[in-house]
């Protein structure tokens, strides 16, 4: 996230000539990201980044990504984030003295441990595995047979050395930007859920602001998120070779055993289906489906 927050600095201030500074605090240290984001619907705080994840907690709908394995790559990702549903999301945020000003990209997510590679559904069953502070993961991982144990981020590189958990679930880059590799041995590509984040300004700091100030902040996040997404993507496959290169073990889950795991987790989507709106899920799915069928 620091690359696109950066990127954003950059854009507002150039747009401004300098009179808007933006100043990225990285790492959790405003606090984690259900703190800083209640940093910001006081005003403490101007702006948060937070994942979908953690958003949720103020618009439920957003737990529409956390939904497993809906996703199968990230050209579906960016049709449900950049199309209706995506951009319909982000209006829900005033009410709750937030603007939702775009997404960034944390993409799909994977699997690393300390006992043995995850080939098959039946390897999940004797991993304690660190979630995020999320209903829909912790159900998700119990229904692939995990023991689930959601920890704030900050905590987790310890809990992994010390051995209190086996492993955890993060983007490739997190893998590596957190130092995962030193600690853990197993690396499976399981992609069982692909995550945005959501860029967040607070509504008593965006009030101040005149229109042109606005626009300035909207359009730089926009130009901001799409360089993160292509910059991120790009980043991905070397992320990977060098995990490989400081020792992890990785492995991807063939399409029988990936199709077992979607068929575990499905009643994950159907506990969650009344609470997110039948129709919001209908429409989610409609969209990948499209996607899916373009020649």
């Not at 709750?96 to 300390?114: A, E, H, P, W």
């Not at 119990?142 to 955890?168: H, M, S, V, W």
């Amino acid at each position: 996230m620091g690359l696109a927050v950066d990127k954003f600095a950059e854009i507002v201030g150039t747009k401004s000539g300098g009179k808007i500074k933006v100043t990225g605090y990285p790492n959790a240290t405003l606090g984690n990201e259900i703190q800083s984001m209640a940093s910001a619907q006081g005003g403490i705080l101007e702006m948060s980044v937070v994942s979908t994840a953690g958003a949720a907690g103020n618009v439920k709908e957003l737990a529409i990504f956390d939904l497993p394995f809906i996703f199968r790559n990230e050209k579906e990702a960016d049709a449900v984030v950049d199309g209706e549903v995506g951009q319909s999301l982000l209006k829900k945020f005033p009410e709750k003295k937030l603007i939702g000003l775009c997404y960034l990209d944390y993409g799909f997510r994977q699997v690393t441990n300390s006992k043995h590679p995850i080939r098959k559904l039946e390897d999940f069953s004797d991993l304690k595995l660190r979630t995020l502070q999320n209903r829909v993961y912790i159900d998700i991982f119990k229904a692939l047979g995990a023991t689930p144990l959601p920890l704030p981020y900050p905590e987790t590189y310890t809990a992994l050395e010390t051995k209190a958990i086996d492993g955890q679930e993060s983007a490739y880059l997190v893998t590596k930007s957190s130092s995962y590799q030193d600690i853990q041995t197993y690396l499976t590509e399981t992609r069982h859920v692909y995550l945005p984040a959501v860029v967040l300004v607070s509504k008593k700091f965006w009030d101040r602001l005149g229109v042109a100030e606005r626009d300035i902040m909207d359009s730089a996040c926009k130009e901001a998120s799409a360089y993160h997404r292509t910059i991120s993507r790009k980043m991905e496959a070397d992320v990977v070779q060098e995990l490989v290169k400081a020792g992890m073990k990785f492995n991807k889950i063939e399409p029988a055993e990936q199709e077992r795991m979607v068929r575990a987790t499905a009643l994950v989507i159907e506990k969650y289906k009344p609470e997110l709106g039948a129709d919001l899920v209908k429409e989610t799915l409609a969209t990948i489906e499209k996607v899916r069928k373009a020649p």
